[in-house]
């Protein structure tokens, strides 16, 4: 099971219909996942395999429930970087 840090779990949580952009980090190369994120209601926006992730969109009902799933390693937000 994927982990997702607490306070992070507790706002999907508190509104499970908003709509929330992720990362999904994988266990293996993130195009074995691609069709199992969406097919629990997320749209893929990317992967990497440098960091082994997959970013999405979609309801945080959806980024819940997959964080069960034995490939997930973990899920964040998807945020804006900026190099220094």
Known sequence: MGTI??????KLQAD?????RVIIRTQTKPELNVAQVAAAGLTV????NLIRSIAATGPAGAVI???R???VVSIEPDQEVRAL
């Open 69 to 71: 799933e034995d490939w």
């Open 5 to 10: 840090e607490q306070a992070y779990l507790k």
């Open 65 to 67: 429930a997959l964080a």
């Open 45 to 48: 926006t990317g992967t990497t």
């Open 16 to 20: 499970p219909q908003q709509s929330v």
